[in-house]
T-cell receptor
Framework: GQQLNQSPQSMFIQEGEDVSMNCTSSSIFNTWLWYKQEPGEGPVLLIALYKAGELTSNGRLTAQFGITRKDSFLNISASIPSDVGIYFC?????????FGKGTKLSVIP | DTGVSQDPRHKITKRGQNVTFRCDPI?????LYWYRQTLGQGPEFLTYFQNEAQLEKSRLLSDRFSAERPKGSFSTLEIQRTEQGDSAMYLC???????????FGPGTRLTVL
């Protein structure tokens, strides 16, 4: 089946630093999404990407849908303590989402 | 709040017992999904409803699992004869269309002792 490779698995950064994480797939997706999950809660949508090559921003977050439709990245600029959490990429083919294993972000004040 | 809601938020049960979870999707969302998430993993797809019709079931959904959406609104997920391996977060999501963004509920954390 489809698998997503998300990296890095975890990151420790200083407040104010920029963060970059990415996802690669062995299969093509129609849509790439990035979610953030905090302990005990469900994933919350951050950014949705619908076209190959698309670059989309949401505040300090920027994400891109790879040209090959098999990868995506998420950048967070000027990190703040509330950015702490687990970030998941997800690829959508038809209605089904396939998730990566997540990137756990820790921000040191 | 008009988001996806799930009940209960936490459930502790003994092995062999049956449990049922409920999901209320965003109003007017015809498409509803169940996912399971174990520790350190991303959510994994379990099943998909369009209105009241269950259109897809993952191989992860063993015979002990059954999901319903009788009136095309809320959905229930039942696990019979629970096993310790069923311990996980069960997440529900809904969308306005099959290609639309899926919005997740807060999940039900199941612990099987």
């Amino acid at each position: 089946g489809q698998q997503l490779n998300q990296s890095p698995q975890s990151m420790f950064i200083q407040e104010g630093e920029d963060v970059s994480m990415n996802c690669t797939s062995s299969s093509i997706f129609n849509t790439w999404l990035w979610y953030k999950q905090e302990p005990g809660e469900g994933p919350v949508l951050l950014i949705a990407l619908y076209k190959a090559g698309e670059l989309t921003s949401n505040g300090r977050l920027t994400a891109q849908f790879g040209i090959t439709r098999k990868d995506s990245f998420l950048n967070i600029s000027a990190s703040i303590p509330s950015d702490v959490g687990i970030y998941f990429c997800a690829g959508r083919y038809n209605y089904q989402l396939t998730f990566g294993k997540g990137t756990k972000l820790s921000v040191i004040p | 709040d008009t988001g996806v809601s799930q009940d209960p938020r936490h459930k502790i049960t003994k092995r062999g017992q049956n449990v049922t979870f409920r999901c209320d999707p965003i109003s007017e969302h015809n498409h509803l999904y169940w996912y399971r998430q174990t520790l350190g993993q991303g959510p994994e797809f379990l099943t998909y409803f369009q209105n009241e019709a269950q259109l897809e079931k993952s191989r992860l959904l063993s015979d002990r699992f059954s999901a319903e959406r009788p009136k095309g609104s809320f959905s229930t997920l039942e696990i019979q004869r629970t096993e310790q391996g069923d311990s996980a977060m069960y997440l529900c999501a809904s969308s306005g269309g099959p290609a639309d963004t899926q919005y997740f509920g807060p999940g039900t954390r199941l612990t099987v002792l």
